[in-house]
């Protein structure tokens, strides 16, 4: 599986569409960019996915870059419950590898 | 919606026990999953299983075993637990072989004295 590149952490101001950004630049031709969450002492939460075209649902925004190297999750209006660490992965047909994640602080 | 439940939110076990964690699925789901997490570590997969009575290794294996001996409930078993499988564990079940997306439970917290 591709490897991902996030940032450790990030702050947000509620009601502020949040923007977290991942490099993947080794992805491959068959593999999609799946969204997690993981709220403090809870299970991963999944979020969103996508293989080449943007995606968007009642949670979040999947932007992918034409070349596909690199996406962004968009939390359009994020609120205190949005703080989380978000993990972006890229996988094929094998199991989740989760790495560090990025944390989102969301700040009144 | 999918749900993804474990047997027990919190255990306190001591070194050299057998212990038994289960985990539930009500969505017919053929492949559930075993993590366990750390600070610093991340999640990392234990084992996984695609169908009944099947099972694979993950990356940590080592001190754990798994039965699937119906398709909705899924255990790991620590033979004899030791301080250091101290950590949160977390199941998770999928529709496909992987690339489906995978649900997670809500995790147990277990210490191991």
């Known amino acids: 599986d591709a490897k991902t590149t996030q940032p450790p952490s990030m702050d947000c101001a509620e009601g502020r569409a949040a923007n977290l950004p991942c490099n993947h630049s080794?992805?491959?031709?068959?593999?999609?960019v799946y969204w997690y969450r993981q709220i403090h002492s809870q299970g991963p939460q999944y979020i969103i996915h996508?293989?080449?075209n943007n995606e968007t649902n009642e949670m979040a925004s999947l932007i992918i870059t034409e070349d596909r190297k690199s996406s962004t999750l968009i939390l359009p209006h994020a609120t205190l419950r949005d703080t989380a660490v978000y993990y972006c992965?890229?996988?094929?047909?094998?199991?989740?590898?989760f790495g560090k994640g990025t944390r989102l602080s969301v700040i009144a | 919606d999918v749900k993804v439940t474990q047997s027990s939110r919190y255990l306190v076990k001591r070194t050299g026990e057998k212990v038994f964690l289960e985990c539930v699925q009500d969505?017919?789901?053929?492949?559930m999953f075993w993590y366990r997490q750390d600070p610093g570590l991340g999640l990392r997969l234990i084992y996984f299983?695609?169908?009944?009575?099947?099972?694979e290794k993950g990356d940590i294996p080592e001190g754990y075993s798994v039965s699937r001996e119906k398709k909705e409930r899924f255990s790991l078993i620590l033979e004899s637990a030791s301080t250091n499988q101290t950590s949160m564990y977390l199941c998770?079940?999928?529709?496909?072989?992987?690339?489906?997306?995978?649900?997670f439970g809500p995790g147990t917290r277990l210490t191991v004295l």
């Open positions: 080794t992805i491959s031709g068959n593999e999609y």
């Open positions: 299983s695609y169908d009944v009575k099947m099972k």
């Open positions: 969505m017919d789901h053929e492949n």
């Open positions: 996508g293989l080449k």
């Open positions: 992965i890229v996988r094929g047909n094998t199991p989740l590898v």
């Open positions: 998770a079940s999928s529709w496909t072989g992987g690339a489906d997306t995978q649900y």
